[in-house]
Every structure is written in C-alpha cells, then in structure tokens.
C-alpha cells in the first residue's frame, strides 16, 4: 500500500522494482482510495446524504441497468453513510478499499453491524433497526477494470 510505495517514491527504478507483477488497477485503486480520503477528511460536512432511489448496476454511463431501490440514507459521519449504501448495494464495506482506509485513519466505522441504523416510517415515526438485515439488499454491481476484460461485474 501506501506506507511501502511512500518509502520509494521519487526513484523510478525501485518504482519500477515495486510495480513488477502488481497489476495497473490494483495500484490504481489504492492511489484513488487514498485522494478520496484525503479530500473527505478536508471536507467535513454537517449532513451526509444518499439518494439511491434509483441503483444502477453498471458503470453509470453505457454499461448496466437501473433498478428501483427507493432509499435514502442520511447521517452526520460521510465514511458510515458509505458502509451502510455499499452494504444495501450487496457489496462487503470491509473489503472496500478507500472505507478500508478511512477506517484505518480513524474517519469512521465500517463494519455495519456496528453502526447505529435507524429507519423513518412513512408517519414520521423514527425505529432503531436490530439488525441491519432488516434493510433489503440489492445486488448492485460496478463496471470496474473487469467489464472490457470479462464482461463481468466487480463485486467487492
């Protein structure tokens, strides 16, 4: 990860060294984790909103399909609004990567079993959940390094 790539930067040939047999993406990945959890922790703000009324599958452009999720998620902290949405969306916050690094800086929990969800009734009414399976998941795939290659979705 980062703590090994910072101790080489700046020398091609041990980048180069370092880079040998780890494939684009992977690095990739972790590069724009790591910008993503960097402008989050600059930018804090008051009220975190999802609208995932409608889940695409796919990479949001060509690829993939809507389906009708009707939800919406709201919190104060950005990192745990994150988990509990990639969690509906099928996918394990554990394993994704910048939620993994926000985890690690200390911005917020990923584990949703570990997060306090509530849900707003249609009468206003506010209810813990007991469990964050009360929630229905969709299975909501992302177009990512892997379309053009197997015309398969990632799921993390």
């Keep these: 990860g980062w703590e090994a790539f910072r ?15 780890i494939p684009g993406p992977l690095m990739w990945d972790e590069q724009w984790s790591q910008r993503a959890v960097d402008s989050a922790k600059a930018i804090i703000p008051g009220l975190n909103i999802v609208e995932g009324v409608i ?14 999720c ?3 998620i709201i919190g104060f902290s950005s990192m745990e609004v994150d988990a509990v949405g990639t969690w509906i969306m099928g996918h394990d916050p554990l394993e994704m990567p910048y939620l993994r690094i926000a985890k690690e800086r200390g911005m917020g929990e990923n584990d949703v079993t570990k997060i306090a969800v509530c849900r707003i009734r249609e009468n206003g009414s506010i209810e813990p959940l007991k ?6 998941r ?3 795939g992302v177009n990512l390094h892997t379309w053009k290659e197997t015309n398969e979705r990632l799921f993390w």
């Design 7 to 21: 101790k080489i930067k700046g020398n091609s040939e041990k980048i180069k060294e370092f880079m040998s047999g």
């Design 70 to 72: 009707n939800i919406v």
């Design 55 to 68: 889940g695409r599958d796919g990479s949001g452009f060509d690829v993939g399909r809507d389906e009708l």
């Design 138 to 140: 969709h299975k909501l």
């Design 131 to 136: 469990s964050i399976r009360e929630i229905k």
